[in-house]
């Protein structure tokens, strides 16, 4: 385990740089770049939140229910159901996933927006909002499943999950972060950066190898795991 200020000691030593150049200020954009980084590379299932909300029949938009651009790293799954009974094609708790797209994609299949059915696909339109193609039908109900971004590691919040338990991986995640921000010298950005992945691949093994895009999606790892065979 590793507490705030352990980490912001390790920081400044390992790079031989003092507080008048590594000001806390520096240092905490440091680790919380770190931190970002760690939960987008490995999916965390301690991190994972559901929130539902009520469709609009005639909108395609939805905004981000219960989540800010602040409060989470990546959407897991999304999918639509009906609570009770049947309601516009849809039976009575019947779940339907929706797959992943970006906004072209939305664009072409459904270029009439007052042209409703029930939804299949999902893109994201803005840091909180995302659009459903085709436009919604009727009243459904969407529940969003999502990796949510913790309060991070600071002078008043000392320690965190990942601080606790992969304290190294912080530690190489942030001097890789330092090492670019002094320019160099590059071998010690680059062996930074290899601790940092020799630290991960085990850890990301340990989260069964789960999918950087929508879980309902084969998407690719989002950690290449390397195998023990050549």
């Known amino acids: 385990m590793t507490t705030y200020s352990e980490l912001v000691t390790q920081i400044r030593e390992y790079t031989e740089t003092d507080s008048n150049v590594f000001t806390t200020v520096i240092v905490n954009d440091f680790i919380e770049h770190a931190e970002i980084r760690i939960f987008r590379d490995v999916d965390l299932d301690v ?126 995640a942030c001097l890789v972060e330092a090492f670019k921000f002094l320019k160099g010298p590059d071998n010690m950005l680059q062996t930074y950066e290899r601790y940092y992945q020799q630290a991960l691949q085990p850890f990301a093994g340990e989260q069964m190898g789960r999918r950087r895009r929508d879980e309902y999606m084969d998407g690719v790892p989002r950690i290449g795991i390397r195998s023990t065979n050549p």
């Open 47 to 172: 991190f994972r939140k559901y929130q539902t909300a009520s469709l609009t029949s005639g909108d395609a938009f939805v905004g981000m229910p219960g989540a800010t651009p602040s409060s989470f790293s990546f959407i897991r799954s999304v999918n639509i159901f009906s609570p009770s009974g049947s309601l516009g094609g849809l039976t009575d708790n019947e779940r339907r996933y929706l797959e992943k797209k970006d906004t072209s994609f939305i664009s072409e299949y459904s270029p009439n927006r007052s042209s409703t059915g029930i939804p299949k696909y999902y893109a994201n339109w803005d840091n909180d909002t995302i659009i459903l193609a085709p436009t919604p039908n009727a009243a459904y109900t969407i529940e969003l499943a999502y990796n949510a971004l913790p309060t991070g590691l600071s002078s008043s919040n000392t320690t965190t999950w990942v601080s606790t338990n992969v304290p190294q991986m912080l530690l190489y």
